[in-house]
């Protein structure tokens, strides 16, 4: 049983474009996050939601829209696509808050 | 914020080797956490640490917190081609969740 899953797994999509990807955990984790990896692979937070609360948000453009409808779901939208959006976004929880992270697989962005 | 520091960059060993990497802070953690990215896929974590001057294993894999709770190392020991890959170091920022990471010791194994 995959713990944390996100899809899609690849976008290709144009600038200018508004996207979504979800992602779910089956782990019973009260918090989930969203991360950003560039090209030289760092991974970098963007936000985190704890019982469906945002509860950081990084310095991230507005055009970014985590949304929460329940515990166990946080789909992230993003608005206006950008050449810069291109990265691999991934998706993980925890069960509170200072505690291990599972990653979900990563979906890959393309923006043309 | 905090930052942390892994060295080496990249590393190309042989098969069987042993390989050794670590990480390092300005400032105290009270977690460390050792991931593993494969080609393609999300982190996975390997060994987590909670207490300075632990030492965890896991298979081939062991790691410690460092005494000063500003560095940790991981060991990986007699080295086969399934190693290879990224090698993160995390910990939690300041108390809050989001984790921060290293930026990755890049492993490639030749056989």
């Known amino acids: 049983d995959t713990a944390v899953s996100q899809t899609p797994k690849y976008l290709v999509t144009q600038m200018g474009n508004d996207k979504s990807i979800k992602c779910e955990q089956n782990?019973?984790?009260?918090?989930m996050y969203w991360y950003k990896q560039d090209s030289k692979k760092f991974l970098k937070i963007m936000f985190s939601?704890?019982?469906?609360?945002?509860?950081i948000n990084e310095t991230v453009p507005n055009r970014f829209s985590p949304k929460s409808p329940d515990k166990a779901h946080l789909n992230l939208h993003i608005n206006s696509l950008e050449l810069g959006d291109s990265a691999v976004y991934f998706c993980?929880?925890?069960?509170?808050?200072?505690?291990?992270?599972?990653f979900g697989p990563g979906t890959r962005l393309l923006v043309l | 914020g905090q930052q942390l520091n892994q060295s080496p960059q990249s590393m190309f060993i042989q098969e069987g080797e042993d390989v050794s990497m670590n990480c390092t802070s300005s400032?105290?953690?009270?977690?460390w956490l050792w991931y593993k990215q494969d080609p393609g896929e999300g982190p996975v974590l390997l060994i987590a640490?909670?207490?300075?001057?632990e030492l965890t294993s896991n298979g081939r894999l062991t790691a410690q917190f460092g005494i000063t709770r500003k560095d940790s190392f991981l060991n990986i020991s007699a080295s086969i081609p399934s190693d290879v890959g990224i090698y993160f170091c995390?910990?939690?920022?300041?108390?809050?969740?989001?984790?921060?990471f290293g930026k990755g010791t890049r492993l490639s194994v030749i056989a």
């Open positions: 993980a929880s925890s069960q509170e808050r200072s505690t291990t992270q599972y």
């Open positions: 782990l019973g984790h009260d918090t």
């Open positions: 939601y704890n019982n469906k609360e945002l509860i």
């Open positions: 400032s105290i953690f009270n977690t």
């Open positions: 640490l909670y207490k300075a001057g």
């Open positions: 995390a910990g939690p920022n300041s108390g809050n969740t989001p984790l921060v």
